[in-house]
């Protein structure tokens, strides 16, 4: 089925419940009046306009879009797996399974995401932003992307990709401009580089992983001046910094430098931790991947790291729930696999989050984290995101998984009932 146009008649949505996402309450029925890209009207007009095409969708319930606030559509495909190795691939191969991703991510509910730093050659282009612009187009099928361009890494961090395939000095090395960069005058150039070419968040590695062979995870990996000086050429130009950080030591450090939101934070204090949720940086826990993340076929010293890391990262996501840090839903796919972002929301939910809290993190809390107010709740005058799902996800946020309808900017994605 081609996507709905959203040049065409209005839309009047039917279905047996709506959310209101900010009430954490179900609406019963559920009707939404879309005219163009927005959302004219929740609740039964009294008036159609005329030509209004009907859609009833029967026994189900409609959501805002669902957001996911870490993927990289580069890597992996619909089981987190490629049949090629890194050599094997380049920027035009990477883009194109990309598309793929990024199609399959919209069907699964998903509307919005971040894009969470490249790190791969490229000669310095940003291969998300070009994504962004073929989505926004409308020549490929995607969810609106947030791109941050290229990763920024020092050497051997734990995006320098050299490191995590263990190559020999001199392979397939990195420019500052694809991300590689140390010492302050160099971060600040890897970071202008992004924010030129379109990047709208910026991405740091702040710490040390548990897939990374160059020392501990969670060890802090660029001084506190680094990353005092990555903040400062983000946030004056308008954009917000991300930083992959897993140990408490680097957490404290890129809170202290301004950073606004934390991945992972998988081995944060309960000082830290409040800190967080005093300041309200927010926190993306990808909780899930620590108990479906394979290992298997790791180094052993890694297996190792991930057998002692993720049972403490789950307490520490639970820790970051009781105490109020803001948590904004993110996957990692494909460390997740793409278009999975149901087992995020159960995993939260398993770890003492109400299933109105998780839902909250993949919408209201998710837009508030990329400033963007026009999306994230079902309500007159915001952009027509809109899914639905069977059954009631304040009763089982599992019901996710089972997305029947997909639109997006008053576009029809997806629609199961006709077959789609």
Known sequence: MAPARADGPPTLLRAAR????????????????VTGEHIAEVGEPERLPEGTVIRDLGDVTLLPGLMDMEVNLFLGGPDHRSPLIPVQEDPALRTLRAVTNARRTLHRGYTTVRNLGLFVQTGGVLLDVALKKAIDLGWVDGPRIVPAGHAIAPTGGHLDPTMFQAFAPGVLPLTVEEGIANGVAEVRKAVRHQIKYGAQVIKVCASNGVMSHTGPAGAQQYSDEELRAITDEAHRAGLKVA????????????????IDCIEHGFLASDATLGLMAERGTFLVATTSLTESMPTAHADPVLQAKAADVFPRARES???????GVRI???TDAPAVPHGRGHLELAALVRRGMHPADALRAATTVAADLIDAQDRGRLAAGLLADVIAVPGDPLADVGVTEKVTFVMKGGRVYRDD???A
Do not use: F, W
Not at 19 to 33: I, M, N, Q, S, Y
């Open 18 to 33: 709506l959310l209101d996402v900010d009430k954490g309450e179900l609406v019963r029925p559920g009707a939404l009046l």
């Open 243 to 258: 930083a992959h950080c897993m140990g408490d030591t680097a957490m404290r450090a890129a809170i202290e430098a301004g």
């Open 317 to 323: 996501t639970s820790r970051a729930i009781a105490r």
């Open 328 to 330: 904004a839903l993110g």
């Open 417 to 419: 009932a006709e077959g």
